[in-house]
């Protein structure tokens, strides 16, 4: 009963996920074609530079659409936790990826504004103009489109692969401001523009790079999420009408999934299965109320009696 209920949602994901790889890869596609026909017909160095970035753009969806699918298998005997932490070793891969794509970006504009080679640049024609104001609207949209999907997957891989859109998005805009620039007479602006797009891609590399370091070393929750947490159990012990402590709060980050240690105190005259039923109770509320939660341990102690601790 419980893989049929499961089915449905373990379906939708597996469809969200093929429609993202599929619009990463054919979109990327599509544009490095049309940027590449517009580079060369129109003359653009900058245009063609543009779609070898859009081309490396597929090989990023591509590590992201792996790492998702093998980080939602199940858990078997060689992996009795399960692999979500495979979603953390794409969320590295892009985010080296990206950062490489931005240090070239930055250090090409760098030594073409010490050598001024960008002096020597042929003016490109209007092609490639309409070509760079093209690609910036459907990556915008691209980033929009799989950033709105890797939310509602809770997917740092797709997070990425988006910032990999809008990273060529941004690149555009450099090209864009190149090629305007050298057809009225400031090449340089592409450079600068690069520049500037070079800093930006490498801060947000380095974001993902360090949340997928995080979870991949059991980092602890927030604290307000911890304290969340103990209000919750208030609440449930409230609903119990019985007193019930935590004496031991552990949390961790196991990919995009969060494991919660538990030590509860619970009136010590209960009988072992009545404390028992309780803690699977609360342990059953808690992975209810809480979706990054994969599981709960609840240890039971009995609570001291104040009257025997005066003694």
């Not at 801060?203 to 304290?227: H, N, P, R, S």
């Not at 699977?280 to 009257?307: C, F, G, Q, S, W």
Request: charged letters at 25%; one cysteine or more.
């Amino acid at each position: 009963m419980e893989k049929n209920e499961k089915l449905p949602e373990e379906k939708r994901i597996k469809q969200i996920t093929n429609q993202l790889a599929a619009v990463g890869i054919l979109g990327n596609v599509f544009l490095a074609v049309f940027k590449l026909l517009a580079g060369i017909l129109g003359r653009s160095a900058a245009m063609l530079s543009d779609s070898i970035h859009t081309l490396s753009d597929v090989f990023a969806t591509l590590i992201a659409y792996v790492g998702v699918v093998l980080s939602r298998k199940e858990a078997d005997g060689k992996h009795p936790y399960g692999h979500e932490r495979l979603e953390c070793v794409a969320s590295i891969l892009l985010s080296v990826i990206l950062f490489a794509t931005g240090a070239g970006i930055g250090w090409n504009c760098i030594l073409s504004i010490w050598n001024k080679s960008y002096l020597e640049a042929t003016i490109p024609g209007l092609l490639p103009l309409v070509a760079a104001v093209v690609s910036i609207a459907v990556k915008e949209a691209m980033f929009w489109y799989t950033m709105h999907y890797a939310k509602k997957l809770r997917s740092g891989a797709f997070k990425a692969d988006a910032w990999h859109h809008r990273s060529d998005a941004i690149s555009s805009i450099g090209a864009l401001a190149g090629i305007f620039g050298a057809r009225h007479g400031f090449p340089v602006l592409d450079q600068v523009a690069g520049i500037l797009i070079c800093v930006m891609i490498l801060w947000v590399a380095i974001g993902i790079f360090k949340d997928a370091i995080e979870k991949m070393l059991d980092t602890a929750c927030d604290e307000q999420f911890e304290e969340g947490l103990k209000e919750f159990v208030a609440d449930f012990a409230s609903g119990e009408k019985q007193e019930i402590g935590v004496d031991l709060l552990r949390t961790r980050k196991f990919g995009e999934k969060i494991y919660v240690e538990m030590e509860i105190s619970v009136d010590g005259n209960l009988r072992l299965r009545e404390a028992h039923a309780v803690a699977e109770r609360l342990h059953d509320a808690l992975e209810a109320t809480y979706p990054l939660v994969k599981h709960v341990m609840i240890h039971v102690n009995p609570m001291e009696d104040p009257e025997e601790m005066s003694k």
